[in-house]
């Protein structure tokens, strides 16, 4: 039985967090601008901080390195290891994909006045619906259909 549970709630984040739609903080000409449609660095780490689910991966990124005798990666565990220990991949697969595929950080599909624009800090409602629907087909190999796992213990 596959969980789409996860697939759900980070498209719709995804979506509902993407600067510039809903709000954008730091704006560009103030601290928070509301349905600006653009977007900078600092707003898509601090709106991929935002979630508390993807929120201690962004907020301690040295976290695995600093707890040595509890981490694990490991390919092959048992079902009583693995109630011991926190699957990591979902939320890391997300925030990567969220920094990466924000609309205007590195590409914007379409862009403003050509198909495809590169840097732009950019975004519009269309462009934040093609980059969902990437987002989604992406999540969805490297979560369903790969099953990206970063098993860490507790």
Known sequence: MTDWGPVFVAVVLFILLSPGLLFQIPGKSRFVEFSNFQTSGPSILLEAKND???GRLMRDPLWYLQKEKKKKFLFKISDEERR???DWGPVF????????LTPGLLIQ????SRAIEFGNFQTSGVSILVHSIIYFALICILLLAIGIHMYVGS
């Open 52 to 54: 508390d689910a993807h």
């Open 109 to 112: 599909v379409p862009g403003k």
């Open 84 to 86: 011991k220990m926190s």
């Open 93 to 100: 697969v997300a925030v990567v994909l969220f920094i990466l």
